[in-house]
């Protein structure tokens, strides 16, 4: 079992940033590779961003690229966010999810793939 546990995040103005953390328990984290899905009131779970293992690869939807930062410290367990000029339509309940991987370098952008999830942390971007 792996328990995720989000944070960071909360109401910021249009433009603004916020950084979310993963804090990830009970296994070997570096085994798993980690991804950030978003999702709004009466809106599918959308794929955010993901993460390798090792942390040496990474992906993003497109309508975060050049915003949005994905990053991991395998030696606290936890996984990052990093969300700048953001906008009002990414108001969302924002997930970690990990994803058993049997490579370091493997990275996952389905929901239905992951394994684990966290709770979700809710951000609302003001206009």
């Known amino acids: 079992q792996v328990q995720l546990v989000e944070s960071g995040g909360g109401l910021v103005q249009a433009g603004g940033s916020l950084r979310l953390s993963c804090a990830a328990s009970?296994?070997?984290?570096?085994?798993?590779?980690m991804g950030w899905f978003r999702q709004a009131p009466g809106k599918e779970r959308e794929f955010v961003a993901t993460?390798?293992?090792?942390?040496?690869?990474?992906r993003y939807a497109d309508s975060v690229k050049g915003r949005f930062t994905i990053s991991r410290d395998n030696a606290k367990n936890t996984v990052y966010l990093q969300m700048n000029s953001v906008k009002p339509e990414e108001s969302a309940v924002y997930y970690c999810?990990?994803?058993?991987?049997?490579?370091?370098?493997?990275?996952?952008?389905?929901?239905?793939?992951?394994?684990?999830w966290g709770q979700g942390t809710q951000v609302t971007v003001s206009s």
């Open positions: 993460i390798s293992g090792s942390g040496g690869v990474t």
């Open positions: 999810a990990a994803k058993f991987a049997n490579s370091g370098s493997y990275i996952y952008t389905g929901r239905g793939v992951y394994d684990y």
């Open positions: 009970g296994r070997t984290f570096s085994n798993y590779a």
